[in-house]
Each structure stands twice: as structure tokens, then as C-alpha cells.
């Protein structure tokens, strides 16, 4: 079945240091989206990109797809404690109807 | 809105008693998801559903049932728990996806103990 493996599984800052998380599917990927989860809380939605090669930005989060649609990546730059959270990242395979969900990266951020 | 909800937040079991987790969006979402997540593992499908009436298995089924009666309810039942079901379970909702996929949306979760 499909996979969808992230890298690095951890990961501590201090802050004002840039972060970047890593995606990679064994299949090509219709879409991917990216969640994050706060410490004790649920997976928020954050971005979703559809287009090879598509670039986003949020602030000082800078999203990623890669040309094949096999990967994605995550950057952050100037981290902040506010950071701090699980990133997943998730995606849709063709038509189906079920999000494969990444193994995650763990960012902790300190002073 | 409420949003999607969960009950209950928190429980204990001892191994072979059962259980329904209740999950509830007022959305007007068409599709539901039941995920378990463990440490390490990331977000695992257990089931899910397209719309009332219809369930489909997950990546991880076994153990658990689900019913999806009323649109608005997503119901995940564990007939005889076990001390592998220990997890913390996340029901999400998203519209209907048709040619792309949508955004899902998760309730706050229920931490379940299996003892």
C-alpha cells in the first residue's frame, strides 16, 4: 500500500533557527496537504498544494511540491516557540477518498 | 459551530469489556474518518465513510466496527478491547471530495487506556 514516510522524526531548535521537514510517497500524489498538531491537541489543516512544482507561503512558513508529486517539504524560517508541534504531512492518491497521513515531524523550539 | 466533536475525552477499559466513541459534525460534511494515533506511528485510518449508510475499512479495521446511521454521527465500537487498543483516537470530517480532495476536519480526540 502507499507510504508516506517523513524525515527527520525529531527535531530541537533554538529559536530564530530555520526548520525544514522533509515528505516522500511511494506514489505519485494527486495533492498533498500539510497539518500541524500542538502538544496535547488535534491536527489543524494548514495548506494544501495540487500543482507540480507549486511553491506557497504562509508567513514564515514556506511549503513545497516536488515536480514529480512524490515529495513535499515544509521550511520555517526564524523559528518562534509558537512553533512548537507535530507537522504532518498528507496525501491523496488519484481519486480516493482517503488521506495517508506522514509519520510526522516532532519540532521542539527553545529560548 | 461546533464543529466535529468527541465523547467522551477520556477512558478507562479493562481488557474484553466494550465501547462506542461517538463522533458528531455540524458541517453537513459527507465524508468521516476514524484515525488512531500512537506514538511514532503518525495517524493510522481505522475506518470511514462517504456518506450515510455506507462504512469502508481503514488501513488498521481489525477490532473495530463502525455505523454512520445519521450523517451527522460517525460511531466507532470496540466489541472486546484489548491492551493494543490503547491509542488516542481522532474522528475527522471533510465535504465531499469529487474531483479534489478537500481539507479534513478533526474533533479533539479521546484518549483511551486498555487495562
Known amino acids: 500500500g502507499q507510504q508516506v514516510m517523513q524525515i527527520p522524526q525529531y527535531q530541537h531548535v533554538q529559536e530564530g533557527e530555520d526548520f525544514t521537514t522533509y515528505c516522500n510517497s511511494s506514489?505519485?500524489?494527486?495533492?498533498i496537504q500539510w497539518y500541524k498538531q500542538r502538544p496535547g491537541g488535534h491536527p489543524v489543516f494548514l495548506i494544501q498544494l495540487v500543482k507540480s512544482g507549486e511553491v506557497k507561503k504562509q508567513k514564515r512558513l514556506t511549503f513545497q511540491f516536488g515536480e514529480a508529486k512524490k515529495n513535499s517539504s515544509l521550511h520555517i524560517t526564524a523559528t518562534q516557540t509558537t512553533d512548537v508541534g507535530t507537522y504532518f504531512c498528507a496525501g491523496y492518491t488519484g481519486t480516493a477518498s482517503k488521506l495517508t497521513f506522514g509519520t510526522g515531524t516532532r519540532l521542539q523550539v527553545t529560548l | 459551530n461546533a464543529g466535529v466533536t468527541q465523547t467522551p475525552k477520556f477512558r478507562v477499559l479493562k481488557t474484553g469489556q466494550s465501547m462506542t466513541l461517538l463522533c458528531a459534525q455540524d458541517?453537513?460534511?459527507?465524508?468521516m474518518y476514524w484515525y488512531r494515533q500512537d506514538p511514532g506511528m503518525g495517524l493510522r485510518l481505522i475506518h470511514y465513510?462517504?456518506?450515510?449508510?455506507?462504512?469502508a475499512k481503514g488501513e488498521v479495521p481489525d477490532g473495530y466496527n463502525v455505523s454512520r446511521l445519521k450523517k451527522q454521527n460517525f460511531l466507532l465500537g470496540l466489541e472486546s478491547a484489548a491492551p493494543s487498543q490503547t491509542s488516542v483516537y481522532f474522528c475527522?470530517?471533510?465535504?465531499?471530495?469529487?474531483?479534489?480532495?478537500?481539507?479534513?476536519?478533526f474533533g479533539p480526540g479521546t484518549r483511551l487506556l486498555v487495562l
Open positions: 458541517m453537513n460534511h459527507e465524508y
Open positions: 475527522a470530517s471533510s465535504r465531499t471530495s469529487g474531483s479534489f480532495q478537500e481539507t479534513q476536519y
Open positions: 465513510s462517504v456518506g450515510e449508510g455506507t462504512t
Open positions: 506514489t505519485t500524489l494527486s495533492n
